[in-house]
């Protein structure tokens, strides 16, 4: 059995929570490593459908340990809301276990994360005003509250509570005076009221995994967002504030890279975008309409419409590098039953000067300079939906996922057909398959 990371290998919602869910059927634990209440992340068992924002995609399997790892921000009431949305259902929570070292988004976060928004105005970066930013800003600025921290003496609590607002107070009464003023002893209460909530799950999260580790057991790690909005490897800065890419399963879950087998990235056969920021492929035509519809494209944070275009071989290569993929799960692929003509992009070209450019440009100017190269390919009109076997699906199909495979350099792992966990099609089960070295990065073509 493997240890492996299922990632976003576009910009986010790609369906990594139904590959997850799917996956956490044969792993022993889960774990969600970065990212915070701004990932949704649907996942369906039955008539029960949840959107997770918080909990690992893993915890509709009562006897799955889930955890919530050192790299995420949490904010205790989403948390505590999905506990009992769970709960109330039936489901056992006490599976789930929190990292004693992950931040917490206080009161003022989210305040100031909308207030930046606003203040940006027309050049805003589009959060999900979740307050996301701001937490991982005052993580980094070494000025964070930690989970941890709430279970510390009242003393204590509350000395680090002043050290904070002592530096965040001045700021943002200079900055955004009209914003809500809290004092320590608000924020004081404000944690004593989660800390008792919270202490069933709270735990030191990196030991949990290690034992796993040392009995051998399978661990899955849950990618939050996609790698196109890595802080470091997305489209700065319309990025969010954490290492979505593989490397920030490592950082946020207390593992080194040598205890990961395998990473698959899941790519909607199509890409999305929500919030702003450069998206070459977009489409602002009546095919970009008919993804957004058949594809019921709607952010599961924030419910705005994303923003839809042709799949781009161009970041998914980029995606395969940096994550160093050795597995794709293709989802949606049935969205275009029925289209006449698909389109992949292989290539972007700069506007300007004609120059072909084939990685994927760092900078941002460079990149809303570019226009895609694309190579078409038939369609099909039958339904994908019943297909569970690679040998179902039309020979269009194939042709399609093979060229992709063959484009980016990486094999085929999984095809989504349908959002059911059965609408699937396995061509390997990573977590089964064990490790790096038996896999090879041969393409499927048909
Ligand atoms: P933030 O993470 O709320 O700071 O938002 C930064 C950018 O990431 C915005 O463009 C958001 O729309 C995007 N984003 C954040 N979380 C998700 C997600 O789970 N799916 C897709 N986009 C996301």
New binding site residues.
Partial sequence: MANVVVLGAQ???EGKAKITDLLADEADVVVRCQ?GC???HTVKHGDDVFKFHLVPSGMLYGDTQCIIGNGTVINPQVLLNEIEALQGKGYNTRNLKLSNRAHLTLPFHTDL?QAQESALAEKK??????G??PTYMDKVGRYGLRIGDLYESEAVLRERLTQILDIKTPLLEKCYPHLPKYTVEELLAWCQSFAQKLAPYVADTVALVHEALDKKQSILFEG???TL?DVDYGTYP????SNATAGGACTGSGIGPTQIDRVIGVMKAYTTR????PFPTELNDEVGKQLLEVGQEF?T?TGRPRRCGWFDAVIAKYSVQVNGLDGLAITKLDVFDGMSELKICTAYRNRETGEMINQFPSQLRALQNVEPVYESWPGWQSSLQDARRYEDLPVQAQRYLGRISELIGCRLSIISVGPERNQTILLENPIKGGKRTLQSAETVIA
């Fill in positions: 910009w986010g919602d990212g701004n990932a949704g994360d970066i589009g959060t999900t005003g979740r996301i930013g939050a967002q996609g909005l319309f990025v969010t504030s929500v919030g702003e920021g952010g944070t």
